[in-house]
């Protein structure tokens, strides 16, 4: 087990400060075979994380049927990070942007009458609880808390963007937790005070 944590403004892996220098790649956009290669390069540009996407789209592209496999088995990826003594920050659905359709939401939400997306809308959120169900419990092993390499994972993208529904961050920060998922919570906004005031949450362990 290990501990990734924040004091102040400093980062600390098993209690030693560290830095995080971190490079995005997307292993959807990346066949398999390509994925060490484009690790190794990434590490080689003086990263030690990768930070990855998770669309809900491509691993479940029908309701109720997951895709773990191929071009989806994000798993293996991680694994071949870990390998290359890369840490891993982690940034799931259900809404990811990433210049990807729909922002990785899979289209069939969009048959239920009257879905509303991105708040707190009880059969938006229970699609994301079967989802998560089936998602994090992927991760399980591979957090730092398991020995693992994910260090953190993302509440939402961007959500102080799109809107400020703290019920809604705050019932997928529990979704989370009561997975399994203990390493650091965070989100990611702009630097204006809407962005931040609409989307500014995270729970540290």
């Known amino acids: 087990m290990s501990t990734f944590t924040i004091e102040g403004n400093q980062f600390f892996n098993n209690g030693e400060p560290i830095r995080i220098l971190s490079g995005a790649l997307h292993y959807f956009r990346i066949v398999p075979e390509y994925w060490q290669d484009r690790l190794i390069k990434l590490k080689a540009c003086g990263f030690n994380t990768v930070e990855i996407y998770v669309p809900w789209n491509l691993h479940e592209p029908r309701e109720g049927e997951f895709n773990f496999s191929g071009i989806a088995d994000v798993v293996r990826f991680i694994q071949i990070a870990d390998e290359l003594g890369l840490f891993v920050i982690v940034r799931p659905s ?112």
């Open 94 to 205: 259900p809404y990811i942007c990433a210049e990807w359709e729909f922002g990785g939401l899979p289209s069939w939400l969009l048959k239920e009458e009257n879905m509303r997306l991105r708040c707190f809308h009880q059969p938006y959120l229970d699609k994301i609880d079967a989802y998560y169900n089936e998602l994090l419990a992927k991760f399980l092993p591979l957090l730092c808390t398991n020995g693992g390499p994910i260090i953190a994972m993302q509440i939402e993208n961007e959500y102080g963007s799109y809107g400020n529904d703290k019920k809604y961050l705050k019932y997928l920060e529990q979704a989370m937790i009561k997975r399994g998922i203990d390493v650091l919570l965070f989100t990611s906004d702009g630097y204006t005070d809407s962005n931040l005031q609409g989307g500014h949450f995270f729970q540290r362990f």
